[in-house]
């Protein structure tokens, strides 16, 4: 069956880089698009980019552009998500989603940030 | 940062039916349909339907989406205390070149 397996929770200092994982499995990897989307704090989903791990082209929201990274490993099916110069707006829900047809069809379980002093 | 526009709340009573709302423009909603999704307290959101009305299976028959114009619509039949969940609509937005979510709306249970 298909999943997405992120990393786990993180703490970070502001001005700080984070780098957060998500591992499909039960599909072939480069058949789909993997997108990220966060959620903050008692807030609405707020989508960030995505990458298609077929060639690495990647799509970044404009609000995060400069300091939002996607990359894809194939060797490990994996995709990595590294966001920059943290600041405390930027604790949030992390998660992986996997495109399908006009929609986000499955989704990782979730990383947990917080950015504190 | 809401691109697309769904009331807060809404509240109904058991059985009853709800109706959710989700209003874009011609670049999102209007171009290619909308996406709903249902969140729980602590969980990941999960899929309804996709592409105005078409059900993942697994999703009860119960949730019907549809559309008109560029505004999509969540209806839930036979409402049950499970249903109770934030309920989110999703769709590309060509003139963004990005994807949007509407605010989500807070369904109550009564």
């Known amino acids: 069956q298909v999943q997405l397996v992120q990393s786990g929770p993180e703490v970070k200092k502001p001005g700080a880089s984070l780098k957060v994982s998500c591992e499909p499995s039960?599909?072939?990897?480069?058949?789909?698009?993997i997108h990220w989307v966060r959620q903050a704090p008692g807030q609405g989903l707020e989508w960030m980019g995505l990458?298609?791990?077929?060639?690495?082209?990647?799509t970044y929201a404009r609000r995060f552009q400069g300091r939002f990274t996607l990359t894809s490993d194939m060797s490990t099916n994996t995709v990595y998500m590294e966001l920059t110069s943290l600041r405390p707006d930027d604790s949030a829900l992390y998660y992986c989603?996997?495109?399908?047809?006009?929609?986000?069809?499955?989704w990782g379980q979730g990383t947990l940030v917080t950015v504190s002093s | 940062q809401a691109g697309l526009t769904q009331p807060p709340s809404v509240s109904k009573d058991l059985r009853q039916t709800a109706t959710l709302t989700c209003t874009g423009n011609?670049?999102?909603?209007?171009?290619?349909?909308a996406a709903w999704l249902q969140q729980h307290q602590g969980h990941p959101p999960k899929l309804l339907s996709y592409?105005?009305?078409n059900r993942p299976s697994g999703v009860s028959e119960r949730f019907s989406a549809s559309r008109s114009g560029s505004t999509a619509s969540l209806t839930i039949s036979g409402l049950q205390p499970g249903d109770e969940a934030d309920y989110y609509c999703?769709?590309?937005?060509?003139?963004?070149?990005?994807?949007?979510f509407g605010g989500g709306t807070k369904l109550t249970v009564l």
């Open positions: 989603a996997r495109e399908g047809p006009g929609a986000f069809d499955y």
């Open positions: 039960g599909y072939i990897f480069t058949d789909y698009y």
């Open positions: 990458i298609n791990p077929g060639d690495d082209g990647t």
């Open positions: 011609s670049n999102n909603v209007g171009r290619q349909g």
């Open positions: 592409r105005d009305n």
């Open positions: 999703s769709a590309w937005d060509k003139g963004l070149n990005a994807w949007v």
